[in-house]
């Protein structure tokens, strides 16, 4: 047991504390001031940015330690009836590696919103947002149970709802917010039923604990139940991630929450609250362990397919940030899928590197949107690197990486998972997940070729955006060119966030040199159909038109969610309201009624008449006498009378 | 009572209650039935009779002793007081009545129905 | 013997006149026969050495209840006199009442061996002086009651048949 603990992990509690002091003081204190408001939020990020690369260093100098024995500090906090729920921090590798990614992305975004958000009337209001959500999702990574990760869950939910909805007075967006509030609930209500069972099963929810069950008592099957009660638990745990990190066929909302600004959209929806869904599997990957293989094998299937789905229908898409949407979509599948095939460390490393680039590409969209005056069409833009030098260069870094191009981050992460997936024995995800690597490489090329490259249109005046944004844009290029870099030494990322026993694994060429080949052919498809134009683009559309249809129109799924909505839950609504009204209703208005008609038959007693009364009366008196006499079964005789009369 | 001795009759207590008992039970009838209401005035002043018969009758026949200087004569002082709370009682309530003529012209006591539902 | 036939005869004179009250349908007549159901009882009260309670009676009941009630019957006739004391139509199930009533009496009496007895001879006490001697000393309080008992009753009687007199100002 690590029993001196390094004395700087026992302020891990620090890096979710900072922002969320920030957010109230914007809240109640600086409202008024745009100045101070953006400068609090912004020193408690980048405080919280410094704690955690003071503790990813601590942890690399502790080498292995920190991975067999987490530092965790807690404190109890509910105590009820049997029920004890701590609250406190863990930190282990994994979460290292998620305080440093999210820290700095939100400190990135934060900073870029000083440009971006120039001007806009709920200033104090956006930045308290934005530090609401830095201290939820950094209080839900560094959760040491599931009761406090399910708080934050939903916190980070509620900020997601309030940022997609910054502007309310869009109907859009503020459809946008509540269909994301409203489909992720539907998967967290899975999820709560999942923690419920496993707190009634295992009377725990810590997750060393429930870690330490499972591993050591796996075999005593009277403890632990036959292996479909973990394996229930796991699929009702996993419909969490599928709301929150938008695998189908709860996507239907990431695309949406576009409505929100574009950091918004580079934080939440890109970098950090979508990867919560894949940390909750990764923090629950014990559970999935031990679930019946088939657990495993449909979250790799819904990856898998998500990946695919995503990916065929971003290349229909025309708005810009759509289309980075839906590739966000396809990358969470890859984690997911990832995850399924026991590439614990390659979805993690994925989940690291997929955060600078994603982020990185739509920040720098965010830049191109600033500069178009907020057009988002990418038909609209054209030869925007002449003028957007910095945007254009960072925006190409990031292609590289997305499409899984060496020596850029997403090769390294990209490969691994696919070389595990084939190891492992699962040629067909393999197959699948190469297809969606060609495919992403296809889209975002067609991207940045049509945006960044070709004549200028000269309607559009752009310039380059301010030093506010640049510099974000800039720093996270340079992480999306090292950030894979981690992978090569021999203490690498997957000595420290892996499961179970460590193998080093040595990089497969040949797998890897396929897979950056069918990047490099989707690169290339894209430069010959947008750049060269030497296939037209237009005659493929007309080919291909019923196809081209259903991409564009997402295959539909938004209508057929709400043909559901309308007629099979109208339907069910519609015969309970029937039922409630005719029914419910009727048997308290039939109570009502019934009380009312007798009272009407029982007044008629009341005649007013005082010669009934008393009949009544002298009536009662003898059968009261009566029931005396002859009370006791004595009717033979008139001895029940000395009751009455005193005879002996 | 044996029928064959008629003669030598003797009248016991079980006898005067028992007829205390007649005056009573009819006295109740008028009060349920009779439609004016100095007729069921004059029942009650029957029932009220019957009780003083039971007083006076259980005074006489088991209370029949004297205790240092006074006799036991408290059936007598029961039966007094009826007599003087009947009267007081009939003053008022025939008072009561002529009120009520005096008002609806009218002493049926169908027609008295003012506590009616 | 004599006792025992005078009894019978004022007993059913008494119950007889009592039957009457409740059944004649003259209201005058129903008043006559109360007179004579006080007469009978009062004869009752003398066989049972109950002298001074007899006076009483025939003062008090016959003397001045008997005739306020003629003269309430005279104040408060209306129509026919020989139908002014009808029975209403719920005249079946007072007799029926009124009978298991009877009944219920009659059999604690009857089932009542303690008051089988004969008449014990009297002690001779019965007497106004008798009587007064216990009203004023062991029944003082409900004797000085029931004095205060008669004057309300008195005073109520007189306001009530005088009727409230209209002031001339709410005119």
Not at chain 1, 3 to 23: N, Y
Request: with cysteine.
């Amino acid at each position: 047991m690590f029993k001196e603990m390094h004395d700087l992990f026992r302020w891990a509690w620090l890096i979710p504390a900072l922002p969320f002091l920030s957010f109230l003081l914007i809240a109640f204190v600086t409202k008024r001031s745009k100045g101070l408001s953006s400068t609090i939020s912004i020193l408690a990020i980048l405080t919280s940015l410094g704690l955690a690369i003071a503790i990813a260093i601590g942890l690399i100098q502790s080498g292995a330690e920190l991975v067999e024995h987490p530092a965790i500090v807690a404190v109890n906090w509910l105590n009820i009836g049997g029920l004890k729920i701590d609250f406190g921090t863990v930190v282990d590798p994994l979460s290292t590696m998620m305080l440093f990614v999210v820290t700095l992305v939100a400190s990135m975004v934060q900073i870029y919103s000083l440009g971006y958000m120039h001007g806009d009337k709920g200033w104090s209001r956006y930045y308290a947002y934005q530090s609401l959500f830095a201290a939820s999702m950094l209080g839900m990574v560094l959760a040491t149970n599931l009761l406090q990760l399910f708080i934050f869950w939903e916190l980070v939910g509620l900020c997601s709802y309030l940022l997609i909805g910054f502007w309310y007075f869009k109907v859009s967006a503020r459809e946008a917010a509540k269909k994301a509030f409203m489909t992720t609930r539907v998967g967290d209500f899975g999820l709560l039923l999942g923690i419920l069972f496993l707190y009634t099963k295992f009377g725990t929810l810590d997750f060393v604990a429930l870690a330490t069950i499972l591993n050591t008592n796996f075999q005593d099957v009277a403890l632990i139940g036959t292996a479909s009660y973990v394996t229930v638990m796991a699929f009702l745990v996993f419909m969490g991630p599928v709301g929150k990190s938008g695998q189908f066929p709860l996507h239907v909302w990431l695309p949406d929450a576009m409505e929100g600004p574009t950091p918004v959209s580079a934080l939440i929806h890109a970098a950090t609250m979508v990867v919560a869904g894949v940390y909750l599997v990764a923090r629950m990957y014990f559970l999935f362990d031990h679930a019946d293989p088939i657990a495993l094998q449909f979250v790799a299937c819904i990856g898998a397919f998500t990946a695919i789905f995503a990916a065929s229908i971003a290349i229909a898409q025309d708005d810009i940030k759509r289309i980075l949407a839906y590739s966000t979509l396809s990358q969470l599948g890859y984690m997911m899928f990832a995850l399924g095939v026991h590439s614990y460390s390659g979805s993690m490393f994925h989940l690291m590197t997929h955060a600078f680039f994603k982020a990185l590409m739509f920040l720098g969209a965010g830049s191109v949107i600033y500069a178009m005056h907020h057009k988002q069409d990418i038909w609209e833009m054209g030869g925007l690197w002449k003028t957007m030098p910095i945007t254009g260069t960072t925006f190409f870094i990031g292609i590289l990486a997305i499409s899984g191009v060496p020596p850029f981050a997403g090769f390294f992460s990209k490969d691994e998972i696919l070389a595990t997936a084939l190891h492992n024995g699962h040629p067909i995800i393999y197959g699948v997940g190469l297809f969606t690597a060609f495919l992403t490489a296809f889209y975002m090329s067609r991207l940045f070729f049509v945006t960044f490259c070709g004549p200028a249109k000269p309607e559009n005046h752009t310039k380059e955006s301010p030093w506010s944004m640049t510099i974000p844009l800039i720093i996270l290029a340079f992480f999306s060119v090292v950030g894979g870099w981690v992978a090569l030494p021999e203490h690498n990322f997957a000595f420290f966030v892996h499961y179970g026993e460590y193998e080093p694994e040595m990089i497969d060429w040949a797998l890897a040199g396929i897979s950056v080949l069918a990047g490099l052919l989707g690169i290339g498809l894209a430069y010959v159909i947008y750049l060269k134009k030497a296939i037209s683009a237009e005659k493929i559309v007309a080919t291909f038109p019923g196809v081209y249809k259903v991409l564009q129109n997402k295959y539909y799924i938004d209508e057929i969610y709400l043909w559901i909505i309308k007629y099979i839950m109208g339907g069910i609504a519609q015969v309970l309201y029937f039922f409630d009204i005719y029914i419910v209703d009727g048997i308290i208005n039939g109570i009502g009624f019934f009380t009312r008609s007798s009272g009407k038959v029982l007044r008629k007693s009341s005649t007013g008449q005082l010669q009934t009364y008393a009949m009544v009366f002298f009536l009662a008196v003898v059968i009261i006498f009566m029931v005396f006499a002859f009370g006791e079964n004595q009717l033979t005789s008139l001895n029940p009378l000395a009751t009455l009369g005193g005879v002996k | 009572m044996n029928l064959s001795n008629l003669s030598n009759l003797s009248v016991g207590l079980s006898t005067y209650l028992l007829v205390g008992a007649m005056l009573f039970s009819l006295g109740l009838y008028g009060v349920f039935s009779k439609r004016n209401i100095i007729a069921v005035l004059m029942s009650i002043e029957l029932m009220l009779n019957a009780v003083n018969i039971n007083f006076v009758a259980f005074n006489r026949f088991i209370w029949n002793q004297k205790v240092d200087v006074h006799y036991i004569l408290n059936g007598h002082v029961a039966a007094l007081f009826v007599i003087v709370v009947a009267a007081a009682e009939v003053a008022v309530g025939l008072a009561l009545v002529i009120t009520i003529y005096r008002n609806r012209q009218t002493t049926n006591v169908d027609e008295f129905n003012w506590l009616k539902w | 013997m004599v006792g025992t036939v005078v009894f019978f005869i004022f007993a059913i004179m008494a119950i007889a006149a009592a039957w009457g009250v409740v059944t004649s349908k003259n209201i005058v007549h129903s008043a006559l026969y109360l007179v004579l159901s006080f007469l009978g009882i009062a004869v009752l009260y003398v066989l049972m050495n109950a002298d001074y309670l007899a006076a009483v009676q025939l003062l008090i009941y016959t003397g001045a209840v008997a005739i306020m009630i003629v003269f309430a019957v005279m104040l408060t006739l209306r129509g026919d006199v020989s139908e002014s004391n009808l029975s209403n139509h719920n005249w079946g199930w007072g007799a029926l009442v009124a009978t298991a009533v009877f009944v219920m009496i009659a059999l604690v009496t009857l089932g009542n061996t303690d008051w089988r007895v004969l008449a014990t001879p009297w002690t001779s006490g019965g007497s106004a002086a008798d009587l007064s001697l216990l009203l004023l000393t062991q029944y003082m309080v409900p004797f000085e009651a029931a004095a205060v008992l008669l004057t309300v009753a008195l005073v109520g009687a007189v306001i009530l048949a005088k009727g409230v007199k209209v002031s001339n100002e709410s005119k």
